[in-house]
């Protein structure tokens, strides 16, 4: 990976970050000196600074049981106790969230539509930072069920919202924000081709007493990609570790997700974005992931391009994600899906007024 920035300050929290989460699930024994050393140093605002960047890359609680196991090992009572009340401020936060998305996914279904989750479980025992939805029904009828319902209220769209086909609710009780996504995927709702056979190919998961539908494994890993390499160019540490754990389950068709995303002219994205996961994984634990040659033929570019700024690993746009966009752009237009293609034609545009009111404003809110 590129060093862009130091080793120290928040580089260095990255780093010790992703030691401890790729320990989650391991036994503790595997950890270095090295690694029971820095923990045993750390300072009570190291350790929060710690808990942050964990909470903001969706690996508090993995990360966080490493840190209480090596503390309870090494007879640190201080830093197992910082440890523990960050996990339960996570488990209450997950406790009081998790009731909410089954009602919303039961209401929905009562409707008559079929609902997913998206991103929001892919993390578990972590959770995401809202509730993300998709449904096919009408969005008045969403948006009527919402407010019935649960007393919700719109949040503020975003100009990329409306493109999206996305609505955000504010549901009394829950600090997360719901957000639903209707018919289509995409920053410009452009991927019509996923969105169609997504609530077809879904896959029941049962987390603390609840069932939910997800998207499939092939499903999961084009919405990552979507969301990573084509909307906000940067990974969360989450991404690495779930992206690790399909692959290494054994239960990841990778023709479906070359067809899939050949259909939706990203094949390109999701094989450099794989090849990204496992040099990351390679450059933390000394072994990446053992990619079919498919992935690795068809990656435009690898994680030595990769650097970390502003608490996540950012994804060049220039050169490297305006090429995998062009690409895409081609793919849809070759296929003749001239509404997809017209809708992402506007995400330059859209990514100009969004860079331009940043620099005016100090936000891009209302646009982006």
């Known amino acids: ?33 090295s690694l029971r050393s820095d923990l045993a140093g750390i300072s009570k605002s190291e350790f929060e600074g710690l808990e942050s960047l964990a909470g903001k890359n969706h690996v508090l609680v993995r990360a966080m049981k490493v840190v209480r196991d090596l503390a309870h090992e090494c007879r640190d009572d201080t830093r197992q106790k910082w440890a523990e009340q960050a996990l339960e401020r996570e488990k209450s936060r997950i406790e009081n969230a998790l009731p909410f998305l089954y009602a919303i996914c039961n209401e929905l279904k009562a409707d008559g539509e079929p609902v997913a989750v998206m991103k929001t479980l892919d993390h578990w025992p972590d959770f995401g930072s809202d509730l993300d939805l998709y449904t ?39 600090p997360e924000l719901v957000e639903i996504h209707v018919g289509r995927l995409g920053q410009t709702g452009e991927q019509f081709q996923i969105a169609t056979t997504l609530l077809k190919r879904t896959q029941q998961v049962s987390i603390n007493g609840f069932t939910f539908c997800v998207p499939s494994n092939a499903d999961r890993l084009m919405i990552s990609t979507l969301q990573r390499m084509y909307r906000h160019f940067f990974f969360r540490l989450c991404d690495i570790v779930d992206s690790a754990s399909l692959h290494e389950s054994g239960n990841m068709d990778y023709e479906s997700l070359r067809s899939g995303a050949i259909d939706a002219g990203i094949w390109e994205g999701v094989a450099t974005y794989l090849v990204i996961v496992s040099d990351y994984l390679k450059q933390w ?20 391009q990769i650097y970390f700024a502003n608490d996540f690993l950012r994804v060049p746009i220039l050169p490297h994600s305006a090429m995998l966009y062009n690409v895409q752009l081609a793919r849809l237009l070759q296929k003749r899906q001239l509404l997809s293609g017209a809708r992402l034609g506007l995400l330059p545009w859209l990514a100009t007024a969004a860079l331009i009111g940043q620099k005016v404003t100090g936000s891009d809110k209302g646009i982006w």
């Open 136 to 174: 096919n029904a009408k969005p008045a009828e969403v948006i009527s069920l919402m407010m019935r319902k649960f007393d919700s209220k719109l949040a503020p769209r975003s100009m990329g919202d409306r493109l999206a086909c996305k609505w955000n609710f504010i549901v009394p009780g829950l």
């Open 1 to 33: 990976m590129r060093k862009a920035v130091s080793q120290q300050g928040p580089y260095k929290s990255m780093a010790l970050l992703s030691r401890l989460v790729l320990l989650s699930g391991i036994n503790t024994s595997q950890a270095t000196e």
């Open 285 to 304: 634990r000394g072994v990446g992931l053992d990619l079919p040659v498919s992935v690795c033929s068809a990656a435009r570019f690898r994680g030595d």
